[in-house]
């Protein structure tokens, strides 16, 4: 009895947990019954994996156990087991609405290279201090309520005890695997992350059914690409979609210049100039610079990331790799052979660099950088070689105005052509502004705002640098974010709200704005720049040219908490791996009509999709990312 009101102490830390993630993302999620329902088993499972050890302790038929200091031992393996369990569950509350899903055991490979953690941990203990409470509180009550096994060593009957413990060991273990597995079922396989959209309707809230714990222990040397079987001929997959592209285009190669800038957590949402709509037309948004910037480029009616983190940025940009299942950088595949804009420039005599204001190897950037074609990198170490170390924020990486002004001034250094790229840090968490501007940049309805405002600045002045330099009117810049991030619109909330990106192509030579009525997205930048500099030679990449295509084959994929979602000819349809879900009218912006069943081309979008989604598996376990 004791074991069993012990574990119901857990199921009861399990649902405060759950409570408290939704408290703190409650604009983004939705608690409902089936929630909660569909959260049981997912706890049971979690419970029973971290908990099979300290039952075995106790159950184990050994009368010698039977002492305080034993079960002494056993209480302090039960607290620090569920307390860590709590942590993850906590902690991992703040970090959703960075990523809309649980946090994995990639954790570890994304973060291993950071050497700021335990400040930005410091940080989040101070903004999040009520999290402390709350965990010091149920510590407390789970330590107190623990309940100690009662049993009277002088009047044991050594033989009646082994074989009730022994019974109780072996009744225990069936339900303990079913437990694990998530059902008694001869037909249920062990559920997995994607099983937690059987109790919600959208994938956003999957990370409300799931517990930390569980998406930690599922993830686990787990097989991350799993070829699926749609198309039974390579030839049957290649005629609906293929990632190979054969140019025809007969003009000479213009080999102009080309600039990438990534911005972080740069999303659509805090541009005023892609939201005109927004707020009945009374919306200024935060970025009066990069506004300007609009004003002579080129822009989309829709644009999307491919992914919810720093990570998944990097392949998209600059490779055209898409993040599905996991971040193509902490998967096997990212040993396969593959090249990227930087890589494909190179050969065509371009001089290459990518800059990131970070640690030197924060991320992995360095890494893919150099895997992916790019002969220089400059970080952190070659910013304070060349500029003294007054300018690093403190926390991530060198303040974005100063490093902007930086990279500029080093592309001034380079033979033309050069392909370069940028990833900037300043609008990232902890949120914070240079010193000297924090009168400027003041706090508004969200912390990220005054650090959008502050970057925008540092966009401006940057593109005022770089318009006075030989090179400016020979280069073509693309700028766009890695990600999206903190949002108080709604319509920015949901499943795709939540991977809108800017995707923005200035070229001075043609300083002519416009907002093209397409689809675009992160994988479209390589072969777009492919297109306008006239490049005749097949390559690969898995989006397309943006600019060259025609409004009705153009689109856009994701993946969000163990479903696809793609988008084309005006609709969304989410797809869990094996049928569709969902269909969402692209002018629903709240995603609240379900109209599955209803559009004559959803049969026709399921098959584009599941090309897409069979020849990237194929690919990635096969090692075929060349053309």
């Not at 293929?242 to 102009?256: E, I």
């Not at 003041?442 to 925008?456: G, M, S, V």
């Not at 991977?499 to 923005?504: D, G, K, M, R």
């Amino acid at each position: 009895m004791a074991v069993l009101w012990n574990l119901l102490l857990v199921y009861m830390v399990y649902q405060v947990a759950r409570i408290e993630y939704w408290l703190e993302n409650y604009s983004y999620l939705n608690y409902t019954f089936d929630v909660w329902r569909g959260g049981l088993m997912f706890d049971t499972s979690a419970i029973l994996y971290t908990n099979a050890l300290y039952v075995v302790l106790i159950l184990f038929p050994l009368h010698y156990k039977e002492t305080r200091i034993y079960h002494k031992i056993c209480k302090w393996i039960f607290v620090i087991v569920n307390g860590l369990a709590l942590v993850i569950n906590l902690a991992d509350s703040v970090y959703f609405r960075y990523t809309m899903r649980r946090t994995t055991s990639t954790v570890f490979d994304e973060f291993s290279s950071e050497g700021n953690l335990s400040s930005i941990i410091g940080k989040e203990f101070l903004s999040h201090w009520y999290l402390v409470l709350l965990f010091a509180l149920i510590m407390w009550l789970l330590w107190k309520f623990y309940a100690t096994p009662s049993i009277n060593v002088k009047a044991l009957n050594k033989w009646k005890y082994n074989v009730a413990c022994l019974l109780s060991l072996i009744l225990f273990t069936p339900f303990c695997i079913a437990g694990m597995r998530g059902g008694f079922a001869t037909a249920v396989r062990p559920i997995t992350i994607s099983n937690a959209m059987q109790y919600t309707e959208r994938p956003t809230d999957a990370p409300l059914v799931l517990n930390t714990p569980f998406s930690f222990l599922r993830t686990i040397d787990t097989n991350v690409f799993v070829v699926p079987h749609y198309f039974d001929s390579t030839d049957e997959m290649e005629a609906v979609y293929t990632p190979v592209h054969t140019p025809s285009d007969s003009l000479q190669m213009d080999k102009k210049n080309v600039v990438i800038l990534i911005v972080e957590s740069f999303g659509r949402e805090y541009i005023g100039a892609l939201n005109k709509t927004l707020e009945d037309g009374k919306y200024k948004g935060y970025t009066p610079c990069v506004d300007s910037l609009i004003s002579k480029s080129t822009t989309f009616s829709h644009s999307f990331c491919n992914g919810r983190k720093s990570i998944d940025g990097m392949p998209s940009i600059l490779s055209s790799i898409p993040m599905f299942v996991e971040p193509f950088i902490l998967t096997p595949s990212s040993m396969n052979d593959y090249t990227g804009l930087a890589g494909i420039l190179a050969k065509e005599g371009y001089e290459t660099a990518f800059f990131h204001g970070a640690q030197n190897g924060s991320m992995g950037f360095q890494a893919f950088a150099q895997k992916i074609g790019f002969q220089r990198y400059y970080g952190r170490t070659e910013y304070e070689e060349s500029c003294g170390t007054d300018d690093f924020d403190g926390t991530w990486a060198i303040w974005d105005e100063p490093f902007l002004q930086y990279f500029a001034k080093e592309m001034s250094k380079m033979k033309q052509p050069f392909m370069t790229s940028v990833f900037t840090a300043s609008s990232h968490h902890p949120f914070a502004v240079p010193e000297k501007y924090k009168k400027q940049f003041t706090e508004e309805e969200l912390e990220i705002h005054k650090c959008i405002r502050y970057t925008d600045m540092s966009i401006g002045r940057f593109f005022d640098t770089a318009s006075r330099q030989p090179w400016f009117k020979n280069t073509i810049f693309v700028l766009t974010s890695d990600h999206t991030n903190m949002s108080n619109h709604a319509e920015y909330q949901t499943d795709m709200g939540g991977f809108c990106s800017p995707i923005i192509i200035y070229d001075p030579s043609h300083p002519e704005g416009k907002t093209l009525d397409k689809i675009a997205q992160q994988i479209d930048i390589l072969p777009t720049i492919m297109g306008m500099l006239h490049y005749s030679k097949p390559y690969f990449g898995f989006g397309i040219d943006v600019l060259n295509t025609p409004k009705k084959d153009t689109w856009a994929v994701n993946y969000l908490n163990g479903y696809y979602q793609y988008v084309r000819y005006g609709y969304v349809l989410q797809f869990d791996g094996t049928a569709t879900t969902a269909v969402y009218s692209l002018d629903d912006k709240l995603m609240k009509n379900n109209i599955k069943g209803k559009v004559a081309v959803q049969q026709k979008m399921e098959q584009e999709l599941k090309a897409i989604i069979q020849q990237y598996m194929v690919r990635m376990t096969q090692d075929r990312m060349l053309p």
